[in-house]
C-alpha cells in the first residue's frame, strides 16, 4: 500500500476525491429540497460509487468501508424503498464530513484511518429499517476532550525547563481550545501567544508553529510555558481573546516527566520525505484550468482540460514580471535613441507582452466558486444549529479572481456569512411576528466591475441598530461624544470593525455583529480590498467587499516627490488636480481645501517620507485624489509622471512593517520605485 501512497497518483486521486466529495455535498442539498427527485440520487450514487472504487485502489480502507456502507443507503433510496428524510440524510451528511476528515489526512500525509464505528452502525440501521434517534443524538454529543495535558520534551527543551526552574521560574503546560466555530484560526491562536510573551517565554507547542500559522490543528493546543506570573493571572489574559471557549493551565515538575529520545537527522528527513506537504483548504496541488483552443468535434470531455500543477504557474509568472521589468527599460532606451525601426520593434514586442501578460493572468484567474461551494452545506448546518429557516442564493460563482486572493478571502467570508445568520436573520416567530415570511434569505454575489471584483452579502434580517452601536462605541472609547455627533450612517456601520469594538466582550444583542469582525477588515485590506457596510433596520443589511483582480501586476500613477519616484495604484485614485495654493485652508492643524463641495484633508507625502530637499515655490500643487470607502484624502506630490503597469514586489521580511509602503517595483530606467499604501494613510 504504502508504494501507492507515495506514487505519482496521489495527488490526482486527491483532486478527485475533493471534486466527488463536492459534487455529493450539492447534490445531497439539492436532494433535502426535492426528495422524491431520483436522477439527483442517481448523481449522489455514482460520485461515491467512483469515490469507493478509487479508494479501494489506492488502499484506503476506511474510506472505501465508509463509502460502500452508504452507498447502500443510497442504492435503497434509489430504489425507492427509502424516504430521503431529512433525519436520514443527517447520518448520510456525517458519514460525508468523516470522508472528509479522512481525505485531508491523506492529504497532509497521513494514512486515512478514522474511527467511524458511530456512523457506520448508524447506516446499517437505516439500511435494517430501525429507529435512528438514540445514535443521532449520541452521535451529535461534544467529542470527549484529552483528560491529560502531559507533554513530551527532548533532551535540549527538558534543560531549558530545569534551568528555568533553577532561577526561579514556575513552568506551565496550558490547553488552549478555540470555539469550535471559529473563523480565522490563526489569527485567534497569533493573539494567544502576544498574550503569553507578555507574561513568560514559550518554549514549546504542539502542533509546531508552522502547523498552528497555517491552521492545521482541530479546536485546542498544547504550549509550554515559563513564567513567574500564577496559573490563575495567565487564564485569566488568555480568556480575554475573543472566540476563547477554556483554557486549563497547569505547573509541572520537568523531572517528573520522560524525556523522548532525539531523532536523527536521517531519521527527520526520511519522514519528511514520506509526508507531503498539507495543502490549504480550497485549494488542489494540481490546478485544472480549461485549455485555450477548443477541443475538436467528435474528442471527450477529457480533452478539454489539463492539470497544471501551481508551482509551475508561479515560475511562469515569476519570469513574466522579470520581462514586464525589461519590456519597459527597452521602451525608454527606445524613446530616448529616436530609432523608427527599433521604436517599431519595441511597439511589437509590447503588444504582444500584453496579449501574453492577459493569458498568463487568465491561466492563474480560478472561479470564486471554488470558495463559494462550501457554503451552502455550512448554511444548512448552522441554520438547524440555530432553529432558524435560511435560504441561501448564490450569483455570479463564476466570476474569477487570482488564485493567490481566492486562497485568502475563504475564512473571513465565513465568518461574515455566520454574522448574518447568526445575528441578521430573526427566529421564524420573530419574523412571522415582522410580517416577514418565515424563512430569511441570504444573498453571495459575485461580479466585475472595471478592474475590481465585487462581493456583496445581504440578508433580509433585523438589519442593524445605529444608536446601539454608537452607544456601544461611546461606552468602549471607540469614539468620542463631539465625534459620534458628526458620523454618517455609513461611518457608525463602519464602527463594527474597530478592534476595540469587538474586543470588549462576547456576544450580545448589541455586539454580535462586531466580534471577530476588525480581523476580516484587516484580511481584505491586506489584499488591498475594501469593506463597506450598509443597513436599514427592519429590513437587512449588506456587506460589500472590493477586490482587485490581480495582486502581482497593477496600474499604477507614478509621482515624484523630490528625487524619489512613488506608484500609487490606480484601484485607489478617485482623480488628479492642481490646486492654487491660496486654496489650502488650515483646520485643527491639518491643511484642507474645498474640492467639489467635500472638505478634503491634505497629506504632504514629502512629510510622510521625510525625502529631503528643499521646499518648493511654486505656486500650485499637484494633488493626487484617494479613498478608502467613502474617506477621502489629498496626496500631495511634486509632479505626476503617468500611468504604467508595474510589477508588485515585496520588500521581504526585513522591512515588512515600513508605514504606508506595501512593495516596490523597479521601472524601465533601473530605478526602485515605492509603492504607496494608500489605505495606512486614510484614518
Known amino acids: 500500500m504504502n508504494g501507492l501512497i507515495n506514487s505519482e497518483y496521489l495527488d490526482v486521486f486527491l483532486d478527485e476525491s475533493q471534486e466527488h466529495l463536492q459534487a455529493i455535498n450539492d447534490n445531497l442539498l439539492r436532494l433535502e429540497q426535492a426528495p422524491d427527485d431520483l436522477s439527483i440520487v442517481g448523481e449522489v450514487f455514482r460520485s461515491a460509487h467512483t469515490l469507493k472504487g478509487m479508494a479501494a485502489t489506492m488502499g484506503f480502507e476506511d474510506l472505501a468501508h465508509l463509502t460502500h456502507n452508504m452507498e447502500n443507503v443510497l442504492d435503497l433510496i434509489r430504489n425507492q424503498k427509502l424516504e430521503a428524510a431529512s433525519t436520514v440524510l443527517d447520518v448520510v451528511f456525517m458519514a460525508v464530513d468523516d470522508l472528509e476528515a479522512m481525505v485531508t489526512d491523506i492529504a497532509s500525509g497521513g494514512d486515512g484511518k478514522r474511527d467511524v464505528t458511530g456512523v457506520v452502525a448508524q447506516l446499517e440501521r437505516i439500511e435494517k429499517g430501525e429507529s435512528l434517534e438514540p445514535e443521532i443524538q449520541s452521535n451529535q454529543q461534544a467529542p470527549a476532550k484529552a483528560s491529560s495535558l502531559h507533554e513530551s520534551y527532548d533532551e535540549f527543551e527538558a534543560t531549558v525547563l530545569e534551568q528555568s526552574m533553577e532561577q526561579g521560574y514556575s513552568t506551565f503546560q496550558i490547553k488552549v481550545t478555540l470555539d469550535e466555530n471559529a473563523m480565522l484560526k490563526a489569527a485567534r491562536v497569533f493573539m494567544v501567544f502576544d498574550v503569553l510573551e507578555q ?23 498544547l504550549v509550554t510555558l515559563i513564567s513567574k506570573i500564577q496559573a490563575d493571572e495567565i487564564k485569566q489574559r488568555i480568556l480575554k481573546v475573543s472566540e476563547i471557549t477554556d483554557v486549563v493551565v497547569e505547573s509541572f ?10 531523532e536523527t537527522p536521517q531519521t527527520k528527513e526520511e519522514e519528511k520525505e514520506k509526508s507531503p506537504s498539507p495543502k490549504k483548504e480550497g485549494t488542489t496541488q494540481n490546478q485544472e484550468k480549461e485549455a485555450p483552443a477548443k477541443a475538436k468535434s467528435g474528442q471527450s470531455e477529457m480533452n478539454k482540460t489539463i492539470r497544471v500543477n501551481i508551482e509551475r504557474l508561479d515560475v511562469l509568472m515569476n519570469l513574466f514580471e522579470e520581462l514586464v521589468i525589461d519590456r519597459g527599460r527597452l521602451e525608454q532606451i527606445a524613446s530616448e535613441l529616436r530609432n523608427n525601426e527599433l521604436n517599431e520593434t519595441v511597439e511589437r514586442m509590447s503588444r504582444i507582452s500584453g496579449d501574453l501578460q492577459e493569458i498568463i493572468l487568465n491561466m492563474r484567474m480560478m472561479p470564486v466558486e471554488q470558495v463559494f461551494n462550501r457554503f451552502p452545506r455550512m448554511v444548512r448546518n448552522l441554520s438547524k444549529d440555530l432553529h432558524k429557516k435560511v435560504k441561501l442564493e448564490i450569483i455570479g460563482a463564476e466570476t474569477e479572481l487570482d488564485r493567490t486572493i481566492i486562497d485568502e478571502i475563504g475564512d473571513p467570508l465565513v465568518h461574515l456569512l455566520r454574522n448574518s445568520i447568526d445575528h441578521g436573520i430573526e427566529t ?32 433580509d434580517g433585523a438589519g442593524i441598530d445605529r444608536d446601539k452601536i454608537l452607544k456601544k462605541a461611546l461606552d468602549n472609547g471607540v469614539v468620542t461624544e463631539e465625534d459620534a455627533e458628526k458620523l454618517t450612517d455609513q461611518q457608525v456601520y463602519g464602527l463594527l470593525f474597530a478592534s476595540g469594538f469587538s474586543t ?80 489650502v485652508y488650515s483646520v485643527h492643524n491639518q491643511k484642507v481645501i474645498d474640492f467639489r463641495g467635500k472638505v478634503v484633508p491634505l497629506i504632504f507625502l514629502k512629510d510622510i517620507f521625510e525625502v529631503p530637499g528643499e521646499h518648493s515655490d511654486e505656486e500650485f500643487y499637484s494633488l493626487v485624489i484617494v479613498h478608502k470607502g467613502d474617506k477621502v484624502a489629498g496626496l500631495v506630490v511634486d509632479s505626476l509622471i503617468g500611468q504604467h503597469d508595474i510589477v508588485l514586489k515585496s520588500l521581504g521580511n526585513y522591512l515588512k512593517d515600513v508605514f504606508a509602503i506595501s512593495g516596490a517595483t523597479i521601472l524601465g530606467n533601473g530605478q526602485v520605485a515605492l509603492i504607496v499604501d494608500t489605505n495606512a494613510l486614510i484614518k
Do not use: C
Open 199 to 221: 507574561v513568560g517565554e514559550v518554549i514549546k507547542s504542539t502542533p509546531s508553529a508552522e502547523d498552528l500559522e497555517s491552521e492545521n490543528f482541530d479546536e485546542h493546543f
Open 253 to 262: 515538575d520537568i523531572k517528573t516527566i520522560a524525556v523522548k529520545e532525539e
Open 428 to 459: 421564524p416567530e420573530r419574523r412571522l411576528a415582522a410580517g416577514k415570511p418565515e424563512e430569511g434569505t441570504v444573498i453571495l454575489k459575485a461580479f466585475h466591475s472595471g478592474n475590481n471584483v465585487f462581493i456583496e452579502i445581504e440578508d
Open 504 to 583: 470588549a466582550e462576547k456576544i450580545t444583542d448589541v455586539s454580535g455583529r462586531g466580534v471577530g469582525l476588525d480581523v476580516v477588515r484587516n484580511t481584505f485590506e491586506s489584499l488591498g480590498g475594501v469593506v463597506t457596510v450598509n443597513s436599514e433596520l427592519g429590513k437587512g443589511s449588506v456587506f460589500s467587499i472590493q477586490l482587485p483582480l490581480t495582486l502581482s501586476i497593477i496600474d499604477v500613477m507614478l509621482v515624484e516627490v523630490k528625487e524619489e519616484k512613488y506608484a500609487i495604484p490606480l484601484s485607489s485614485i478617485v482623480e488628479t488636480a492642481i490646486v492654487n495654493k491660496s486654496e
